[in-house]
Nanobody
Framework: QEQLVESGGGSVQTGGSLRLSCAAPGYIDDAYCMVWFRQAPGKEREGVAGIDTDGTPTYADFVKGRFTISKDDAKNILYLQMNRLTPEDTATYYC????????????????WGQGTQVTVSS
């Protein structure tokens, strides 16, 4: 399978928005759950949001109401729309794919992208 490739990271000010994309050829059809994780410096990697094969999203509590996960099955792309960003959202964001329901711990996905950096300044 081809790699998962994230894009769309960058630097924004508090309150700004970014949309991350993940090219996922072959993964969206095969995986039970496509997921976004993030890892801030000095912290463990944590699950942000997941979306299962029928499009049902699940979110970590800390992003509910601000982030939206979606996917385009025809284009094999996973998205993460991030609104009302704060400095606490600064992290490397990773796209991942796995075969179980979304959980915020990072031990379960089978495939990972290389990550894209998101920096939010105050």
């Amino acid at each position: 399978q081809e790699q998962l490739v994230e894009s769309g990271g960058g630097s924004v000010q508090t309150g700004g928005s970014l949309r991350l994309s993940c090219a996922a050829p072959g993964y969206i059809d095969d995986a039970y759950c496509m997921v976004w994780f993030r890892q801030a410096p000095g912290k463990e990697r944590e699950g942000v949001a997941g979306i299962d094969t029928d499009g049902t999203p699940t979110y970590a509590d800390f992003v509910k109401g601000r982030f939206t996960i979606s996917k385009d099955d025809a284009k094999n792309i996973l998205y993460l729309q991030m609104n009302r960003l704060t400095p606490e959202d600064t992290a490397t964001y990773y796209c991942a794919a796995g075969f179980r329901a979304f959980r915020t711990d990072y031990g379960w996905p089978n495939y990972w992208g290389q990550g894209t950096q998101v920096t939010v300044s105050s």
